[in-house]
């Protein structure tokens, strides 16, 4: 396996259903992210792990729990979801520290392309 | 703070064409700035970057892009099109002591037509 790859792809999910995402990178980065890409609407930063240390958390509802037990897995807890939560949810990873020559430069995954019914 | 501004939501070239994809970027120190491409049902793809070294940056499959501070701009271009460039492509700005802070523009979506 190379680069981040997301499991599942597709997910389709009752708004009392829990189910996670899965997010794991082979690239040896220290810093994994989470967006959510909506239709026409810009890229939203959801979360950012660095070192497994959460460094952002962008006012994302509590609806959405994210995990990091290492640098190469991250993982989004989704619970009691609302139809407005269907989207794609990209995993990234990047090497760190910041303002190093590679600052900016994300590795994105596929996708999950989640569905709330 | 800043900002990306992408001009047009959907550009449609004939293959061949001239491709220019512009961006406006807003920053108050230096900044990094990147173009992401998005093919169909996959994540994001670093096109190219800027930080700072040469102005004209060359990416990719044959696209660059160059960094005029007096415009605030950092447009994408490629001189001929080809069917395999059809994807949705993202200018991104970025502080340059953090990747957390990057901000991507609300994206463009190529067409290419025979």
């Known amino acids: 396996e190379t680069g981040v790859t997301q499991t599942p792809r597709h997910l389709v999910m009752g708004m009392t259903n829990k189910k996670s995402l899965k997010c794991e990178q082979h690239?040896?980065?220290?810093?994994m992210y989470w967006y959510k890409q909506s239709a026409k609407k810009p890229l939203e930063l959801m979360f950012v792990?660095?070192?497994?240390?959460?460094?952002e958390n962008n006012s994302v509802p509590s609806r959405f729990s994210p995990e990091c037990p290492n640098s190469s897995h991250l993982f989004l807890h989704l619970h009691t979801l609302q139809p407005e939560d269907s989207a794609l949810y990209l995993c990234?990873?990047?090497?760190?520290?910041?303002?190093?020559?590679?600052?900016?430069?994300?590795?994105f995954g596929e996708g999950s392309r989640l569905t709330v019914l | 703070a800043q900002s990306v501004t992408q001009l047009g939501s959907h550009v449609s070239v004939s293959e061949g064409a001239l491709v220019l994809l512009r961006c406006n970027y807003s920053?108050?120190?230096?900044?990094?700035l990147f173009w992401y491409v998005q093919y169909p049902n996959q994540g994001l793809q670093l096109l190219l970057k800027?930080?700072?070294?040469?102005?004209l940056v060359k990416g990719i499959n044959g696209f660059e892009a160059e960094f005029k501070k007096s415009e605030t701009s950092f447009h994408l271009t490629k001189p001929s099109a080809h069917m395999s460039d059809a994807a949705e492509y993202f200018c991104?700005?970025?502080?340059?002591?953090?990747?957390?802070?990057?901000?991507f523009g609300s994206g463009t979506r190529l067409l290419v037509r025979p």
């Open positions: 990234a990873s990047s090497q760190e520290p910041a303002g190093g020559p590679n600052t900016g430069e994300l590795f």
């Open positions: 690239l040896g980065h220290n810093a």
């Open positions: 792990y660095s070192l497994e240390e959460r460094v």
């Open positions: 920053s108050s120190v230096p900044p990094y």
């Open positions: 800027y930080t700072s070294a040469a102005t």
């Open positions: 991104a700005v970025s502080r340059m002591d953090s990747s957390y802070k990057l901000i």
